[in-house]
């Protein structure tokens, strides 16, 4: 179930359509029209509907200025720009639904132009990480839009521009589109849109009959994003996404095809295994560490400015061997930090380490496992044991850190995300580094299940299955309650844990390539 209204902002129209009933964290796609579109034109209104629907992400599909139901620009005779009125559009819409209501945009889908426009302002705003740019019939070789108008209006240039049929307030009717809004759009140059941050991924869709835009386009984009381009042909479509007329002698629309597409991919399955097989490698060694007898072993470093094989996070060492203490060795850690509880170290106890110092610093002092919706009392009753942990960051830099509870999943999640947030990696990023606890923790269900069975809660089974579960969303909202009652990891770090700024700058010094200049 979603709902609908009509936002207008600076100008621009639009339609928001978000999920019914409560999300952790508000998530947006937004939604962008071509040359003549509006914002319900082909597969538009129907994804717009479909992603709140069956997501849980809201949408926002709108008009650009001069177009649909959204104001004129300032200057009708100019013509709209990618760089300019668009980019100005698309900056309002981000300031608006993103820093001011707080949605984080996971997604931008653009139709022809729109597509254009959409890795333009991409390129044109680094600092904002957008996971996913989808990309439905948008022109490589963007020249050939002119020699196109041209074939249709060959007085093109002596006219100043043409005129082409399109929706404006509700009804059809011949707009104006001049010639130096033309000449903007053929003056694109696509592989500058390969400067586009690689941890963004692409998604290319285009129909096998396009009769506006090459087919040969969607490999050239292929080809561009190379090693993080998805491409979709719907089969029988054209630029639009329609066909052939059916039986009733209507056009055949292929638009459903698009929307599925679209709602899969951005689904949380395929979101997770992007990201997991995106981030298998930290500087160009395997993120996943094969560690004798332990699981959930990995890199939590390497994203973004993060310095990689200094920080990493695993499940409990209590079954490690002889080959398993030269492992850990070899991968240079100096301290371990045991966040579980004395009752299960007790339960299970490790074996100490030749040449690696392990401090038992407990995030709950009696419990065997974190209670169920403890965000917010772990990071209060964690603090004094985080604590050690970032004074250890500040006085040994370069000197590897293991950190693990007993599944290696809420404790060691909520402190390797406190860590994550100081150096400035993305909530986004954050979120998805702790849903690969899944995979860690696929060999070691029979293992905590019999560990499991040994609390007093072991007969409840979906206990069980939350005490595994490492959702991103779960992540998402412990992020909010750091955001919402901290304002961030610094101010948490300074308020609850009582290190300063001088502490926090020297951490980041010891832990990122380069220092982040926003941070």
Known sequence: MFTEEVVKVKGIEG??????????????????????????????KELGQALPAETGISTFRFDFRNCGNSDFIPNPKEGRRIAGTDKE??????????????????AVVGHSRGASVMFAWAVNHPEIYIPDLINCSGRFD???????????????????GYHLRAKRYEKYSDEWIPLAEVNDFSDQISPNYGKI???????????????IVPVADSAKWANLFDGRHTLQLIMGGDHNFYGGRGPDNKKISYN?????????YLSPDEEYQRFYKQNLFSAKTSRWKNIENVNNFRDFGGYQNVKPNVLFRS???????????????????????????????QNHPTPDIPGITRLHIPVFENKDVSPKGCTRYMLKSGSAAFRKVFLTLRDYPDQ????????????????????????????????????????????????????????????????????????YGAMQATITTLETEWKGAAAYLKQECALTDGDIATIRHNLLVRPASHL
């Open 15 to 44: 339609t928001l359509a978000t999920p019914s009933g409560h999300v952790a964290v508000p998530r947006i796609v937004f939604i962008l029209h071509g040359v003549g579109g509006h914002r319900d034109y082909c597969y538009q």
């Open 89 to 106: 559009d698309m900056d309002a819409l981000y300031e608006h639904f993103c820093q001011n209501l707080g949605y984080q945009l996971v």
């Open 142 to 160: 963007a020249w050939m839009y002119k020699e196109k108008v041209l074939r249709s209006h060959p007085t093109l240039e002596v006219d100043g």
């Open 197 to 211: 941050a690689e941890r963004t991924q692409v998604f290319t869709i285009f129909g096998s009959q396009d009769h």
């Open 256 to 264: 459903p095809q698009v929307v599925r597409a679209i709602v899969k």
């Open 315 to 345: 499940s409990g060492l209590q079954d490690i061997t002889a080959t398993s203490m030269r492992q850990l060795r070899d991968l240079g850690i100096k301290y371990i930090f045991d966040l579980r509880s004395s009752i299960e170290v």
């Open 400 to 471: 590897p850190i293991l950190i693990h509870c007993t599944a290696g999943k809420d404790r060691t999640g909520v402190l390797s995300a406190l860590i994550l947030l100081l150096l400035g990696v993305e909530r986004e990023i954050v979120a998805r580094e702790y849903e690969l606890t899944t995979t860690g923790l696929e060999q070691f269900r029979l293992k905590i299940m019999d560990m499991y069975k040994m609390t007093p809660d072991h007969e409840d089974f979906n206990k069980f299955e939350l005490l595994l579960s490492s959702r």
